[in-house]
């Protein structure tokens, strides 16, 4: 399992020109533990809002283009500090070749997305569909055009690629061929993990999880995104659940609870929403913060015994955090 750190990120559901809603929301994310936040770049208005959200947010902002390419090289113009482009819809090779001169100028990063919804046309004739195979080959077509440009690819910070679908099994499959693909010709590309349009709540985060966590156990990903039709806080939330749950978070502890029963004498699930919503806020806020010191511990909470029996306050401290990290 990869042992480095795992980047979350998230997008926002404002209108980007809305600049005041925008940076509200991108707040709340970085209070919740969001590392790169991404906003929809629709038109020109979008474009330019970019400098001025990123004065008043503290982590990097990705622009995401999806057709025209003059509000590409308007993001960067605005400081964005990555774009995310699918050179699928862009499809004219000139202008691509500007858009990656422009932000190698401008040292501007950018993110490679090829999903099964914008799959080249010839490719999927080639394949039958958007195979793992077909999307993988795109992304790889892509990866060889930006390095004939000289876009550097050896910084792993400066081109990164993600393949996404909707569906679990090709998630994992394609991002499993890009992996072993990009080892053998040893590119240093990081990858994006995350299946598009997941859904709505639960059945996104379980789709979510099924996918990134079989790729995160096996060292495959360098960040992640949990698509939710919801708050993007839940995002946030979920992928450090998933993150924990695989010894990868370390910023704050897992809690342990029981799903109640006829033997529960406490209030449990009120006692879980406490320590959810008040403590594990402190946690993070706390100068120093690891898993080795006293407070980062798996915290358990008890289903059968009233607060003055379980050390004053319901919960209890057990095992020392355990991280894969070295």
């Known amino acids: 399992m990869k042992s480095s750190h795992i980047t979350i990120q998230s997008m926002c559901d404002t209108k980007t020109e809305a600049i005041s809603a925008t940076v509200a929301q991108i707040l709340k994310l970085e209070k919740e533990g969001c590392d790169i936040i991404r906003v929809a770049i629709p038109n020109e208005k979008a474009a330019k809002a970019i400098s001025k959200i990123k004065r008043r947010i503290h982590i990097p902002l990705v622009a995401d283009i999806h057709f025209d390419p003059a509000l590409a090289l308007e993001a960067i113009a605005q400081g964005a500090d990555k774009i995310r482009i699918n ?36 490719l999927i004739d080639k394949h039958g569909g958007p195979t793992p195979e077909a999307l993988v080959e795109s992304a790889l077509n892509w990866v060889k055009f ?18 996404k679908s909707s569906d679990v099994e090709t998630t994992i499959q394609a991002n499993e061929l890009l992996h072993k693909k990009l080892q053998k010709r040893k590119t240093q590309c990081p990858i994006h993990l995350g299946v598009t349009e997941a859904g709505p709540l639960i059945p996104g985060i379980t789709r979510s999880a099924i996918a990134l966590g079989h790729l995160l156990r096996q ?19 979920a992928a450090k659940e998933l993150l924990k749950a ?26 879980v929403k406490e320590v959810e919503e008040k403590v594990l806020p402190l946690l993070r806020k706390c100068p ?26 319901g919960l209890r401290s057990q095992r020392p955090w355990r991280s894969t990290r070295s």
């Open 87 to 122: 050179p699928g819809n862009i499809n004219d090779k000139d202008i691509l070749t500007k858009i990656i001169k422009t932000a190698k100028k401008h040292k501007t990063q950018i993110r490679i997305g090829i999903n099964s919804g914008s799959l080249e046309r010839r």
């Open 146 to 163: 930006f390095e004939l440009q000289k876009f550097p690819t050896a910084n792993r910070k400066n081109l990164t690629i993600s393949i």
């Open 219 to 237: 060292g495959i990903g360098d960040t992640i995104r949990i698509s939710l039709t919801a708050n993007p806080i839940q995002e946030i939330k």
């Open 246 to 271: 695989l010894g990868l978070y370390t910023k704050e502890p897992m809690i342990i609870s029981c799903p109640t029963c006829g033997r529960t004498e406490i209030n449990l699930k009120k006692l």
């Open 288 to 313: 120093g913060s690891s898993p080795k010191t006293p407070h980062f511990r798996e915290t358990h909470l008890h289903q059968n015994r009233p607060p003055s029996q379980n050390r004053g306050n």
